[in-house]
């Protein structure tokens, strides 16, 4: 059993940074795939980065891609999502999830453990 829970968002000016942790409990969290996940009003949840147990592997969404940067610190456990030059589109609550998949995963559905989330506002 895996407990997740975010911190760090809040409301930004467009072009500004902010940083995202979540801290998981659980003894196996450096077994885990870690992801971010994000949901805007009225639309799905969107994949935003995951990075695999060893920290060796990250992948990214094509809209994040050379902007945010996901990391994890197993002996603490915790993950990160550092957000930089950040647009107004960016608004959404972030999530972030833990899978038991041991190679990177961007669906959804792959992910077994979910944080209650934190909103993150940009606004223009």
């Known amino acids: 059993q895996v407990q997740l829970v975010e911190s760090g968002g809040g409301l930004v000016q467009a072009g500004g940074s902010l940083r995202l942790s979540c801290a998981a409990s659980g003894r196996t969290f450096s077994s885990y795939t870690m992801g971010w996940f994000r949901q805007a009003p009225g639309k799905e949840r969107e994949f935003v980065a995951a990075i695999r147990w060893s920290g060796g592997s990250t992948r990214y969404a094509d809209s994040v891609e050379g902007r945010f940067t996901i990391s994890r610190d197993n002996a603490k456990n915790t993950v990160s999502l550092q957000m930089n030059s950040l647009k107004p589109e960016d608004t959404a609550v972030y999530f972030c999830?833990?899978?038991?998949?041991?190679?990177?995963?961007?669906?959804?559905?792959?992910?077994?453990?979910w944080g209650q989330g934190t909103q993150v506002t940009v606004s223009s």
């Open positions: 999830a833990a899978s038991r998949i041991p190679v990177v995963v961007t669906t959804s559905s792959a992910f077994d453990y």
